[in-house]
């Protein structure tokens, strides 16, 4: 005679029986609510996985600031020295685990952190892209040192100016060089360019004024 099959539901892959601890456990976590639906519970669950997935891309010191356990942290840790496929995945399943234990106020403090560094990242590329802008400007439009000028007037205009000229020099002297297939080589004032309009840009961005770069063309 066949044995009635086990009534249940299947979290990340893993089967929940009804009526085991593991389920009953999860209802605990749900605000103690055993009315719950199996879909809530798989939405509460892969929010879980997915935040603790997510652990590991967070910057060490947003991670270092959130309240999580030194268990929690170590595991987190390890998981990103397991270069191993099936490893890993037992052991992200690990850290799925231990975010039951996370309350509510931290789960959300995880979150915010993560939103954070996404938005920093986003605003990063934006600077750098921007830098990038005007020192290609700056070397191929003698007008663009002007409209510089008037964003950041504190610029060494002499300095800058000299830098730009043997940019100038320094791409001639590429171009007649260059060979098909060859990387674009760029010189000293090329790259200090750059790195003179990035700080600019990097501490209009720290200051509070109404300060904007003009826009680019």
Do not use: C
Request: glycine share 6%; net charge negative.
């Amino acid at each position: 005679m066949s044995r009635k099959p086990t009534k249940g539901y299947f979290v990340r892959g893993q089967f929940v029986a009804l009526g085991s601890e593991l389920d009953q456990e999860l209802k605990r976590e749900l605000k103690g609510s055993a009315e719950m639906s199996k879909t809530d519970l798989k939405k509460y669950s892969d929010r879980l996985q997915q935040l603790g997935e997510s652990l590991l891309t967070l910057r060490a010191d947003l991670l270092q600031r959130l309240d999580l356990s030194e268990k929690l942290l170590d595991a987190v840790a390890e998981a990103k020295r397991i270069t191993n496929f099936e490893g890993k995945r037992r052991q992200m399943q690990y850290i799925g685990k231990l975010m039951r234990g996370v309350d509510e106020d931290t789960l959300a403090a995880v979150e915010t952190a993560l939103d954070e560094q996404a938005k920093g990242s986003a605003k990063s590329t934006l600077s750098l892209h921007q830098a990038e802008q005007w020192r290609d400007r700056l070397i191929a439009d003698d007008d663009a040192l002007t409209q510089w000028m008037q964003f950041d007037a504190g610029s060494d205009v002499q300095h800058l100016r000299a830098l730009i000229r043997q940019a100038r020099k320094d791409a001639q002297a590429t171009q007649a060089e260059e060979r098909p297939g060859e990387a674009v080589r760029h010189g000293k004032a090329y790259r200090e360019i750059f790195q003179l309009v990035k700080t600019a840009l990097h501490q209009d961005e720290d200051g509070d004024d109404d300060t904007e770069a003009p826009a680019q063309a």
